[in-house]
């Protein structure tokens, strides 16, 4: 909604008896430290991510049970606007007002009973960010702290915006060095008297960012503190004490390009009592430790969480869950606080369901590891050594000396998907990814792709139904057969599965199969007192489980991909639950969309949609249509410059676009407008609004042309197979 309609709007919902600031007594936005520790208290509201301060992601609501819940339906949606691209956050709701974030970090407020729009903020993100982030422009959600919210947009930058009006007061850049890819796409986490925010992009480039974490004053956004999570190149000065004992834990060798990695990209949590703000940080960078030199250490503070004071900025302790992470297995899942009982006596813990399989349940004030079992199955590690804190690796964790398939892939057992925590039934409800990656050392293993961006010199790929050996074997060099790979399990090797566990007996209590055999990214849970757990899927239906046993209740089908957590909020008497929905994230690298996803009938439209009690059917998007390839210019390039081209595209566009339907473009199908001006695209930004800025830093005119020509030959491949077809949908 264009900014000067605003004041119209909001006029005609005060007309219409919409309330904007919907609580008596009370302005828009008023979350404070007592109304949080209070949370329990005011079951209507929604104040965090994770509802509350512990981050549980349940609700002590419970209107809707399993005496009813059948019943629930559709109450309203709201469209989040183009462009239709994954949606990650979970809506905040206080005192009648829902808020939440989308693509490139646009901010949304509307009025929780009706999902009428009160405002909408365009952060205006620079256009050059959209390149950075690893896994789509998404944007994990809002915080909102007296009267403020709080969101930071794709190109790093942190905005306090008015929350009855969704004015700016305040934008700060948070990034240090816009020479290195980085971006943001997590959300800012209140601590004391600070708002923090991290960053990422561990994956990306020659050898990642350097991982960093700033405190910024609520009202004015001065810099407060900057706590870097890995040192600088040998031979730079330490920014911070702790860098000092994390350098002897790198390889003096390593060159300034290497930057080391250990982002933080989501997954804080605040403990008020202790002062202590605690995150995970991201992977080590590269993924081959060999690259940085002979010496094979733990590289610290990577793939770790971290306790630091929110006041000083100061660490209070850090537990590393994978030293010399190799895997991409960052700790940067969802972190909950529960009391739970540990040898005979209650402790306050934070716990994880870390990327690499295993659970991790920490004192909250020390950091001692309680707990560590794994899971999902892993063959990477045999077990944490509860002595040391440390995995136990397998031979199968060796991809160095031959391509591997390891159990949990680089997408994790568990990644940022949210799980919840019921204090009523004391269990942790786990969105599992019980899949492996092939790991192929591509400098070594012989085939012609040397590097591909987000993965450096490695390569980690899924035996899903895509999994192709021979042609895996012609780009990246020999790899298993998925015979020889399926005989590891007697379930297919890629799953999706909700799974209940018991963190204090450290067990599975029930589970259920959500995805099988396909890489589907279903959504995060939500668990209430009603004995319910809600989780949607990829398949575009939102299920309803018997927190205590497992049981199926219900299934409401939406037409559109569910990613994100639910949530739930009462206005009067009435108790909604609602989702963000949209496909998208990591998947749009991983290539096509998944055919078990309802964007592969629907269109991408990413909404919020709330349901309530006797509600009635979603309203499904229009259907998909997926255009039939336009006749192809002539291809006038070489066969070798068709091979170089092929290899340019797996290594810098891949992540992004993939052949067949998906949320970026099919280049192969490319009217004639946009083939007349590819060059331009690729090279000078010519449609950078829509996120794909210039890549004239990486690829040369040469390289653009061979790209150019590998697409018109895969153009004319599709455009052939098409006219020769005698289905309707290739002959418009």
């Not at 430290?33 to 929604?46: M, V």
């Not at 991510?49 to 512990?54: A, L």
């Not at 240090?176 to 959300?187: F, K, M, R, V, W």
């Not at 799980?419 to 293993?445: E, F, G, K, R």
Request: contains cysteine.
């Amino acid at each position: 909604m264009p900014s000067y309609a605003l004041p119209c709007r909001i006029a005609l919902l005060l007309l219409t008896g919409v309330s904007i600031a919907a609580s008596p007594g009370r302005p828009a936005g008023d979350v404070d430290a007592a109304r949080l520790k209070n949370a329990a208290q005011e079951p209507q509201n929604w104040f965090a991510g994770g509802r509350d301060t512990d981050g549980t992601y349940y609700s002590p609501l419970a209107t809707i049970d399993s005496s009813n819940v059948a019943t629930l339906g559709f109450a309203w949606d709201y469209d989040l606007g183009s462009p239709q691209r994954g949606q990650e956050a979970t809506p905040i709701v206080i005192d009648g007002v829902m808020y939440t974030s989308g693509t490139w970090g646009y901010v949304y407020a509307v009025d929780a009973a009706t999902g009428h729009e009160l405002w909408r903020y365009d952060p205006k993100a620079d256009y050059k960010a959209a390149r950075n982030p690893c896994c789509d422009m998404v944007n994990r959600g809002v915080a909102i702290w007296k009267g403020k919210v709080y969101v930071a947009a794709v190109d790093g930058r942190l905005h306090a915006l008015d929350a009855v009006t969704g004015k700016k007061i305040w934008s700060v850049d948070t990034i240090y060095d816009h020479s290195q890819p980085y971006s943001s796409t997590g959300a800012p986490q209140i601590a004391g008297a600070v708002v923090v925010i991290g960053n990422s992009g561990s994956d990306i480039g020659v050898g990642g960012v350097r991982g960093y974490v700033s405190a910024y004053d609520l009202a004015s956004g001065a810099l407060k503190w900057r706590f870097f999570t890995v040192p600088a190149a040998p031979g730079a000065a330490f920014e911070n004490p702790e860098l000092e004992a994390a350098a002897k834990t790198w390889d003096s060798h390593r060159k300034p390009e290497y930057k080391g990695g250990g982002t933080a990209w989501d997954a804080f949590a605040y403990d008020p009592a202790l002062d202590l703000i605690y995150f995970g940080t991201a992977n080590a960078a590269p993924y081959d430790l060999r690259q940085l030199g002979p010496d094979q250490r733990d590289s610290l503070y990577t793939a770790s969480i971290i306790a630091l004071n929110a006041t000083t900025g100061r660490k209070a302790w850090h537990y590393q869950t994978t030293p010399r992470d190799s895997w991409d297995y960052d700790a940067v899942q969802k972190l909950v606080f529960a009391d739970i009982p540990v040898g005979g006596k209650s402790r306050a813990v934070v716990m994880q369901a870390n990327k690499n399989g295993f659970f991790y349940v920490l004192d909250r004030k020390s950091g001692e590891l309680l707990s560590a079992k794994s899971f999902t199955y892993v063959n990477w590690a045999s077990g944490v050594d509860m002595k040391t804190g440390r995995p136990v690796p397998t031979k199968t964790s060796d991809w160095y000396s031959s391509p591997k398939n390891v159990y949990p892939s680089w997408m994790g057992g568990h990644t940022w998907q949210p799980m919840s925590y019921s204090p009523q039934t004391h269990l942790v409800y786990i969105p599992v990814l019980d899949a492996p990656a092939v790991w192929v050392d591509l400098a070594h293993n012989g085939g012609p792709v040397k590097y591909l961006d987000g993965f450096f010199t490695v390569n980690g790929i899924i035996p899903d139904y895509q999994y192709d050996a021979v042609e895996n074997t012609r780009l990246y060099g020999p790899v298993p057969a998925l015979a020889t790979l399926q005989s590891e399990r007697k379930v297919k090797l890629v799953r999706e599965i909700l799974r209940a566990w018991d963190p204090a007996n450290q067990k599975v209590v029930w589970e259920q199969e959500t995805s099988d055999g396909v890489r589907a990214y279903d959504g995060g849970t939500m668990s209430t007192a009603g004995n319910l757990v809600f989780q949607g899927r990829a398949n575009g239906e939102l299920w309803v489980y018997a927190a205590d046993s497992g049981k199926v209740l219900t299934s409401i089908k939406t037409g559109s991909h569910i990613m994100a957590a639910p949530m739930t909020y009462a206005i009067g008497k009435e108790q909604y639950v609602a989702v963000q929905v949209g496909y998208g994230g990591t998947g749009i690298a991983s290539g096509p969309i998944p055919p078990t996803s309802a964007a592969v009938h629907f269109q991408n439209t990413n909404r919020i949609i709330a349901f309530k009690l006797g509600g009635g059917a979603v309203p499904a998007p229009p259907a998909r249509i997926e255009l039939p390839f336009p006749k192809p210019p002539a291809q006038t390039a070489s066969a070798a410059a068709i091979a170089a081209g092929e290899v340019i595209f797996i290594q810098e566009c891949s992540r992004c676009h993939t052949f067949g339907p998906n949320v970026t473009p099919d280049l192969r199908k490319l009217n004639a407008g946009l083939q007349a001006i590819f060059k331009d695209i690729v090279l000078r930004g010519a449609v950078a609004p829509t996120g794909m800025e210039s890549f004239a830093d990486i690829l040369s005119e040469t390289d653009v042309n061979n790209v150019h020509a590998y697409l018109i030959d895969q153009a004319w491949q599709g455009y052939k197979a098409q006219e020769a077809s005698d289905h309707p949908a290739a002959h418009p």
